[in-house]
């Protein structure tokens, strides 16, 4: 099976599709589940700093209790969770009452699904085919638990730090050396924007987790990706920035979660950092 995905591009980005829409529905589950299973710890360590017995509560994790519907408590079976075609055949509905499913579900399944089809593509079979399909769910969860809670949890963000580098002990995608100057450098590229910020507003411009997401794609792409990473981040930020501000009358003092485009460039490094840098710098030895 491994020397016929190796020995056929289109089957294994076909395969890689798949897995990815499989992924997609777990994913589903992390963006839902891990926040909560945050919460849930937080409490806990109040109530011991407190001196407290913490609360018993029902085992809740990313296995259990099975998935439900929230409205009815209707549990979800194995054929209304095959991704994108159960949502199709429930016409976007609960089957026990009726309630709408958010159409969230499906975009991740299906990002998840023609993201990891591309980069099996795109890099072929092989150890920087595999990464990053890895990096891709990781940003999509990361993207999409930001956008809900403005939360990158570390439980995610500090493995993949270290998996960047650990594939980078290869070459995979930069030299070690670089890889780890791009951690450090993406740390505290936005750890010196945040004290600078905070000591000119008194205001905290944004969250740690954003310091450990840059830390992780300079781990992974090296320190020389980081500007264009930035560049593209800040970019597409503002640009949504704005236009929520003006058509969706998004308050002005209502934070904006940086994650989501910071994931938005490091997807574009993944793909095609360098030779976006390369055009960047042959243009400016030609002017």
Same mark, same amino acid.
């Given at each position: 099976?491994?020397?016929?995905?190796?020995?056929?591009?289109?089957?294994?980005?076909?395969?890689?599709?798949?897995?990815?829409?499989?992924?997609?529905?777990?994913?589903?589950?992390?963006?839902?589940?891990?926040?909560?299973?945050?919460?849930?710890?937080?409490?806990?360590?109040?109530?011991?700093?407190?001196?407290?017995?913490?609360?018993?509560?029902?085992?809740?994790?990313?296995?259990?209790?099975?998935?439900?519907?929230?409205?009815?408590?209707? %549990? #979800? =079976? /194995?054929?209304?969770?095959?991704?994108?075609?159960?949502?199709? $055949? !429930?016409?976007?509905?609960?089957? &026990?009452?009726?309630?709408?499913?958010?159409?969230?579900?499906?975009?991740?399944?299906?990002?998840?699904?023609?993201?990891?089809?591309?980069?099996?593509?795109?890099?072929?079979?092989?150890?920087?085919?595999?990464?990053?399909?890895?990096?891709?769910?990781?940003?999509?969860?990361?993207?999409?638990?930001?956008?809900?809670?403005?939360?990158?949890?570390?439980?995610?963000?500090?493995?993949?730090?270290?998996?960047?580098?650990?594939?980078?002990?290869?070459?995979?995608?930069?030299?070690?050396?670089?890889?780890?100057?791009?951690?450090?450098?993406?740390?505290?590229?936005?750890?010196?924007?945040?004290?600078?910020?905070?000591?000119?507003?008194?205001?905290?411009?944004?969250?740690?987790?954003?310091?450990?997401?840059?830390? %992780? #794609? =300079? /781990?992974?792409?090296?320190?020389?990706?980081?500007?264009?990473? $930035? !560049?593209?981040?800040?970019?597409? &930020?503002?640009?949504?920035?704005?236009?929520?501000?003006?058509?969706?009358?998004?308050?002005?003092?209502?934070?904006?979660?940086?994650?989501?485009?910071?994931?938005?460039?490091?997807?574009?490094?993944?793909?095609?950092?360098?030779?976006?840098?390369?055009?960047?710098?042959?243009?400016?030895?030609?002017?």
């Amino acid at each position: 099976m491994l020397l016929l995905l190796e020995s056929s591009p289109p089957l294994f980005a076909l395969f890689a599709g798949v897995i990815g829409l499989l992924v997609g529905s777990f994913l589903n589950v992390v963006i839902h589940r891990l926040p909560k299973m945050m919460e849930q710890e937080w409490h806990t360590q109040c109530a011991e700093l407190r001196g407290e017995t913490p609360k018993s509560t029902p085992d809740y994790n990313l296995v259990v209790p099975r998935s439900a519907c929230p409205q009815c408590g209707h %549990a #979800i =079976g /194995a054929t209304e969770n095959i991704p994108l075609i159960s949502y199709a $055949i !429930l016409r976007g509905k609960c089957k &026990g009452c009726g309630t709408h499913i958010s159409l969230r579900y499906p975009l991740v399944e299906a990002f998840s699904g023609l993201l990891s089809a591309f980069a099996a593509w795109h890099f072929g079979f092989g150890v920087a085919g595999f990464a990053s399909i890895l990096f891709i769910w990781a940003l999509l969860a990361l993207t999409f638990i930001d956008f809900d809670t403005q939360l990158l949890p570390d439980s995610i963000t500090l493995p993949l730090l270290w998996l960047g580098l650990l594939f980078n002990l290869n070459n995979a995608f930069t030299s070690l050396p670089n890889a780890v100057m791009g951690a450090v450098v993406g740390y505290l590229m936005l750890w010196s924007v945040y004290w600078l910020f905070k000591l000119v507003t008194g205001k905290e411009g944004m969250g740690y987790g954003d310091f450990k997401l840059l830390a %992780a #794609i =300079g /781990a992974w792409f090296g320190w020389t990706m980081l500007p264009l990473v $930035i !560049l593209l981040s800040s970019a597409v &930020g503002a640009l949504v920035g704005i236009s929520l501000i003006i058509f969706a009358k998004h308050g002005k003092n209502i934070p904006i979660p940086f994650g989501p485009y910071l994931a938005g460039g490091g997807l574009i490094a993944l793909f095609w950092g360098n030779t976006l840098t390369q055009s960047y710098l042959q243009l400016l030895s030609s002017s």
